[in-house]
């Protein structure tokens, strides 16, 4: 004799098969319990009975149930979205930024959506502040160089919008509030280990000097020279816009004719890709003519050949800490949160011939 169908899976199987999407009701309806609490289990609240919570649950994933952001707004007077504002032109380091914080907001009902903008332009903030209003956002990941300007910082505190900044250098704001990267440590060890290897005529591609972490990078690879005896002349020191196309054009300048440098420091490892190109059409070699070390170490580090020496700098622990920063609970207050770089030594480096 067929095993007796339950009144869950009766009920379940037509709304599946009129392709209609399960609503809190329905949830409530056929697991024999009350809307609010499967809200409370939505909620992840504690008031709700282990057998009950453990029912529920594998009844909305039986029919397939997401519950709506939008209407968990409407009923909390709030939203569950969380924001990320950004200006970077490098594509790689806001996507690991974006699954950052994806690991930090998964099952906690929270979603991201992000908003690009150009902080040259002189009403960006306004754009910012209209996307906060309309989106009604729980709080914003503010990401370089965004989060360099203490303008848009100021606007988010006066909308009473939560923020987090990831930045490269402490700022003058609520320790909280902030993610330091601490690029300038990065950079220092890059310039140590080339000394270290013996190199003493040492170029350095920058980013745009407009933003703070071009700014840390640089000082801090020059700095570092210097207290070894190494100065940069100003003729090595070539600004880009980490970008692979300003690599290049950087990169043709550094390399042209016989005097040449026999390592160069580049501001991320799009750059230092463009040099790649450069030198593999002038015919040197990589590392035995000329040895090159990059900073975020994408994944486009190892994929290069030879694989590129990078500096780590952790972007989807970055993200996921702004992320799980904004959405806590506890009101206690949190010190300035740091995530420190490291050099990641492969192939593309070794002593000057």
Same mark, same amino acid.
């Given at each position: 004799?067929?095993?007796?169908?339950?009144?869950?899976?009766?009920?379940?199987?037509?709304?599946?098969?009129?392709?209609?999407?399960?609503?809190?009701?329905?949830?409530?309806?056929?697991?024999?319990?009350?809307?609010?609490?499967?809200?409370?289990?939505?909620?992840?609240?504690?008031?709700?009975?282990?057998?009950?919570?453990?029912?529920?649950?594998?009844?909305?994933?039986?029919?397939?149930?997401?519950?709506?952001?939008?209407?968990?707004?409407?009923?909390?007077?709030?939203?569950?979205?969380?924001?990320?504002?950004?200006?970077?032109?490098?594509?790689?380091?806001?996507?690991?930024?974006?699954?950052?914080?994806?690991?930090?907001?998964?099952?906690?009902?929270?979603?991201?959506?992000?908003?690009?903008?150009?902080?040259?332009?002189?009403?960006?903030?306004?754009?910012?502040?209209?996307?906060?209003?309309?989106?009604?956002?729980?709080?914003?990941?503010?990401?370089?160089?965004?989060?360099?300007?203490?303008?848009?910082?100021?606007?988010?505190?006066?909308?009473?919008?939560?923020?987090?900044?990831?930045?490269?250098?402490?700022?003058?704001?609520?320790?909280?509030?902030?993610?330091?990267? +601490?690029? !300038? /440590?990065?950079?220092?060890? @890059? =310039?140590?280990? $080339?000394?270290?290897?013996?190199?003493?005529?040492?170029?350095?591609?920058?980013?745009?000097?407009?933003?703070?972490?071009?700014?840390?990078?640089?000082?801090?690879?020059?700095?570092?020279?210097?207290?070894?005896?190494?100065?940069?002349?100003?003729?090595?020191?070539?600004?880009?816009?980490?970008?692979?196309?300003?690599?290049?054009?950087?990169?043709?300048?550094?390399?042209?004719?016989?005097?040449?440098?026999?390592?160069?420091?580049?501001?991320?490892?799009?750059?230092?890709?463009?040099?790649?190109?450069?030198?593999?059409?002038?015919?040197?070699?990589?590392?035995?003519?000329?040895?090159?070390?990059?900073?975020?170490?994408?994944?486009?580090?190892?994929?290069?050949?030879?694989?590129?020496?990078?500096?780590?700098? +952790?972007? !989807? /622990?970055?993200?996921?800490? @702004? =992320?799980?920063? $904004?959405?806590?609970?506890?009101?206690?207050?949190?010190?300035?949160?740091?995530?420190?770089?490291?050099?990641?030594?492969?192939?593309?480096?070794?002593?000057?011939?």
């Amino acid at each position: 004799m067929p095993a007796r169908k339950s009144p869950a899976d009766t009920a379940s199987r037509p709304a599946a098969a009129a392709g209609k999407a399960a609503t809190i009701n329905d949830i409530a309806r056929l697991a024999g319990v009350s809307k609010k609490t499967v809200s409370r289990i939505i909620n992840h609240s504690p008031l709700v009975r282990k057998d009950t919570r453990e029912k529920v649950e594998a009844l909305m994933r039986e029919v397939g149930y997401v519950p709506d952001p939008l209407a968990r707004g409407l009923a909390f007077r709030r939203s569950f979205l969380i924001g990320m504002v950004y200006d970077n032109p490098t594509a790689q380091y806001i996507v690991d930024m974006q699954y950052g914080a994806l690991d930090a907001l998964r099952d906690s009902g929270f979603e991201l959506v992000v908003h690009p903008c150009d902080t040259r332009s002189p009403g960006y903030i306004d754009s910012v502040r209209r996307f906060v209003r309309q989106q009604k956002l729980h709080g914003v990941m503010l990401v370089p160089r965004a989060s360099e300007d203490q303008n848009l910082a100021d606007m988010l505190a006066e909308l009473s919008c939560r923020y987090t900044r990831i930045v490269p250098v402490g700022f003058d704001d609520h320790d909280g509030r902030m993610i330091v990267t +601490h690029d !300038r /440590d990065g950079a220092a060890e @890059a =310039a140590d280990y $080339l000394l270290t290897l013996g190199h003493k005529d040492i170029a350095l591609i920058t980013g745009a000097l407009t933003y703070r972490s071009a700014i840390e990078r640089t000082e801090g690879f020059v700095q570092a020279l210097a207290m070894r005896g190494v100065e940069v002349p100003k003729s090595r020191i070539i600004e880009a816009s980490y970008t692979f196309e300003s690599g290049v054009a950087a990169g043709e300048k550094l390399l042209a004719g016989k005097d040449r440098p026999t390592a160069i420091f580049c501001g991320n490892d799009e750059m230092a890709a463009g040099v790649y190109k450069v030198a593999l059409r002038a015919g040197i070699s990589i590392p035995r003519d000329l040895s090159l070390v990059g900073f975020d170490d994408s994944p486009l580090a190892s994929r290069l050949w030879p694989s590129l020496t990078s500096v780590r700098r +952790h972007t !989807r /622990d970055t993200g996921r800490i @702004a =992320a799980a920063t $904004l959405i806590r609970t506890d009101p206690s207050p949190l010190p300035v949160a740091s995530v420190r770089p490291h050099l990641i030594v492969r192939d593309s480096c070794q002593p000057p011939a």
